[in-house]
């Protein structure tokens, strides 16, 4: 007779309130800034540009629904981590771990805390300026490594959000809940100050270029990438309250309100800004703050990008710690990463290992370029999971379901259609990147036999 475990496990800390602002808060982050700039330009109207915001919108509902249905009937540590064991064996599994721990999850951490240092430097300008220069050729093009100030920032950062979720869910959880609603706060009224005081811009009679199809799926490409992060809560899904019925509110509820802000937020800037003047404006919600209020309305912009930036980056380093983790508890991953901190209850092992791998990518530089690389091959692992709603009724049609996906089996099919565009438009947009993705994830595969040979298995808490 086995003797029950006596490691410590995960505590579930997380409510309602957190659980929702994971999902909001790690999905809005400076995109909602930055990202209709591209959308016009490829599009050409306005009125095109609503439409795509709403089909991604639509396809990202469609996976949370999908999720939702997974994220209740198996409310494990690791989300896709655990849905893509169950539907198709643990190699699925791992290479979706794999892929998040040392490009994606990791690109992300190191993206959105370069973000942070840049919109920074509006305010401080020598947080730009190069300390040190290493005379390797690792730098763009081959060039020098150069080390600047803001690097140093964004690597505190990340070693404090690091700490505050070490030391336990319940506080990474409280300041995710309270930095997303200060971050929604501050949103909002930008939205009411384009809304309600911007003065509507002059009548435009043409549009920007002519409507493609190719125009058209890469401005969903950009939406779906602004729309990308509702999926992190299922990580954390072993120490949400009440998993069954949190869960699927949570990813329901956030991502419709995600839609809600976009679709408002892009109806302040057209309505301020004329579409050339989107078109041709890297930073419209500066822009357009900028025609209201000046050079205070930029600057609040500024604000309000960091306090964004800051929420995802606090939520990655939550939900993300916890897929190599689960992957390490069941052998298929470095032990030191599965370990639980007998005090904290918290994922000790993966956050260190997550967030020290994130610094030195910041360093690096090269955490744009890395990211690109798994666009591609994630984007096939979400199809799946998506898909796996569907294997799974069939493989283990005795599973209980708390939550059955509405629609289904269309709503599940329609996201596995949406990750198909994606992936497709990737493929032949970055071709050499999508292949080299491909490649990163393959070079896992010697570690997950070697872990499959030798692991003792040990269950996610």
Same mark, same amino acid.
């Given at each position: ?54 089909? /991604?919108? !639509? *396809?990202?509902?469609?996976?949370? &629904? =999908?999720? #939702?249905? @997974? ?6 540590? %690791? +989300? ?69 100030? /803001?690097? !140093? *920032?964004?690597?505190?950062?990340? &070693? =404090?959000? #690091?700490? @505050? ?6 506080? %990474? +959880? ?72 949190? *869960? ?18 892009? +109806? ?194």
């Amino acid at each position: 007779m086995s003797q029950p475990s006596t490691e410590p496990e995960l505590k579930r800390d997380l409510g309602m309130g957190p659980a929702v602002s994971i999902v909001v808060g790690t999905v809005i982050g400076s995109g909602i800034f930055l990202v209709p700039q591209s959308m016009i330009q490829r599009v050409g109207s306005v009125e095109m540009v609503f439409a795509v915001w709403i089909v /991604g919108g !639509l *396809l990202s509902l469609a996976g949370a &629904l =999908s999720y #939702a249905e @997974l994220a209740a009937a198996l409310p494990e540590a %690791g +989300g896709e981590y655990v849905y893509l064991r169950e539907a198709y064996g643990p190699l699925w599994g791992f290479l979706y771990s794999w892929t998040q721990m040392w490009v994606a999850k990791s690109g992300s951490i190191a993206t959105l805390a370069t973000g942070f240092f840049l919109y920074l430097a509006n305010f401080f300008p020598r947080l730009e300026t190069v300390f040190y220069t290493t005379p390797l050729p690792l730098g763009p093009n081959g060039g020098p490594l150069e080390f600047r100030y /803001g690097q !140093l *920032l964004a690597i505190s950062l990340i &070693l =404090s959000l #690091a700490w @505050l979720n070490y030391y336990g869910v319940k506080l %990474g +959880g409280t300041v995710q809940a309270a930095v997303t609603a200060l971050k929604v706060g501050l949103i909002a009224l930008i939205i009411v100050a384009g809304l309600g005081f911007g003065r509507p811009h002059a009548a435009q009679a043409a549009g920007i270029a002519p409507l493609t199809f190719a125009g058209f799926i890469a401005a969903l490409v950009a939406a779906l990438w602004a729309y990308d992060g509702w999926n992190n809560v299922s990580m954390v899904a072993s120490e949400v309250r009440n998993p069954q019925r949190n *869960l699927p509110l949570a990813l329901i509820g956030g991502t419709l309100s995600v839609i809600a802000i976009y679709l408002l937020a892009n +109806g302040a800037y057209f309505r301020v800004l004329a579409a050339g003047e989107v078109a041709g404006s890297p930073r419209v919600a500066a822009d357009m703050m900028g025609r209201i209020l000046n050079g205070a309305g930029a600057n609040a912009v500024s604000i309000a990008a960091m306090i964004s930036i800051f929420a995802a980056l606090n939520g990655s380093i939550l939900s993300g710690s916890r897929v190599p983790y689960a992957a390490a508890r069941e052998g298929y991953f470095f032990a030191a990463v599965g370990t639980v901190n007998s005090r904290h209850r918290t994922p000790g092992g993966s956050i260190v290992g997550l967030s020290l791998w994130s610094c030195l990518l910041v360093l690096s530089g090269k955490y744009d370029d890395l990211f690109n690389l798994v666009i591609f091959a994630s984007w096939i692992l979400y199809g799946m999971t998506a898909a796996a709603v569907v294997v799974l009724r069939i493989k283990k049609p005795a599973l209980p379901r708390p939550y059955r996906t509405l629609g289904y089996p269309v709503v599940p099919l329609l996201f596995v259609l949406g990750a198909a565009v994606l992936v497709v438009s990737t493929l032949f947009d970055r071709r050499r990147e999508s292949l080299m993705g491909v490649g990163l994830m393959v070079a896992g595969l010697p570690f997950y036999f070697h872990w499959k040979k030798s692991r003792v298995r040990s269950p996610i808490p």
